[in-house]
């Protein structure tokens, strides 16, 4: 059964997305319980040398909960989608789409954790995962997300992100018009004309990152002369992609869900 998820972004640009395997999936899932346990020991230790056994006790099950719930939707939305398990694992939770994952659906698919570990570890959610020929378990089913090996194109996205830490475009104004003027589908756009960018021939990529950058010099009443197409292109796509203030129409952050893919 072929198992490879393929999107056709509105420019007909291919984007495939490789599902990860049980076999690496359960190996994250028992690093990040190593370490939740760990934090969750210490934290034990560290209470009871501090205060009488009943408070102790009490402060310990209410951050353990915290703990144990709150651990994968922090590393989910905060680090692209990788707890430390899943890095460990050269793995990756992404939107079904294969845009970063919402605050949204990491809680949900991680409350579904409750279902999918019954009756015992993990044994619901394994056998839907072998059903769903994207391997997905109930919570990810439900929530519209999709664990993957961790791929090139996203890889590439994160240094792109990283390597404009001091984005220009980074300033209230841009990110508020961002926010409101550029829907799912141009953010499509965006992140696939920057990952085949070095496809093209020299003269087609500068044509059409000139032709694009000046769309959005325009749509987003940006007045930088020095900023080359591409450059534009490039800084945008890194500040959608990455930063965890844009919501724009239509994104993972603020669309209603469709339904599961």
Not at 81 to 105: C, F, M, N, T, W
Not at 183 to 188: C, I, K, V, W
Request: hydrophobic letters at 45%; charged letters at 25%; a positive charge.
């Amino acid at each position: 059964m072929r198992r490879e998820r393929l999107i056709l972004t509105p420019e007909h640009v291919e984007i495939r997305l490789q599902p990860a395997g049980p076999g690496s999936r359960f190996v994250a899932l028992i690093t990040d319980a190593v370490v939740v346990l760990a934090m969750s020991t210490s934290l034990a230790t560290l209470l009871r040398g501090l205060l009488p056994p009943g408070l102790a006790g009490a402060l310990w099950a209410t951050a353990s909960f915290i703990l144990t719930w709150g651990y994968h939707v922090y590393f989910e939305v905060r680090h692209e989608g990788r707890s430390p398990g899943k890095r460990a694992s050269g793995l990756r939770v992404v939107d079904g789409r294969g845009l970063p994952i919402s605050v949204e659906q990491s809680f949900v698919r991680n409350v579904l954790r409750i279902l999918d570990a019954a009756p015992l570890f993990y044994g619901l959610g394994a056998f839907a995962c072998q059903l769903d020929r994207h391997r997905r378990r109930l919570g990810d089913i439900a929530a519209d997300t999709l664990v993957i090996q961790d791929g090139r194109a996203f890889a590439q996205v994160a240094q792109l992100a990283r390597s404009r830490e001091y984005n220009s475009l980074r300033v209230p104004r841009v990110l508020r018009l961002m926010r409101h003027r550029i829907s799912l589908e141009e953010r499509e756009f965006l992140l696939s004309l920057t990952l085949r960018a070095e496809e093209l021939s020299p003269q087609a990529r500068f044509d059409l990152m000139e032709q694009v950058g000046a769309h959005y010099r325009s749509l987003l009443e940006i007045d930088d002369p020095r900023l080359s197409g591409e450059n534009l292109v490039k800084g945008l796509t890194a500040l959608l992609f990455w930063e965890r203030r844009i919501g724009p129409r239509g994104t993972a952050a603020g669309r209603k869900r469709v339904g599961a893919a």
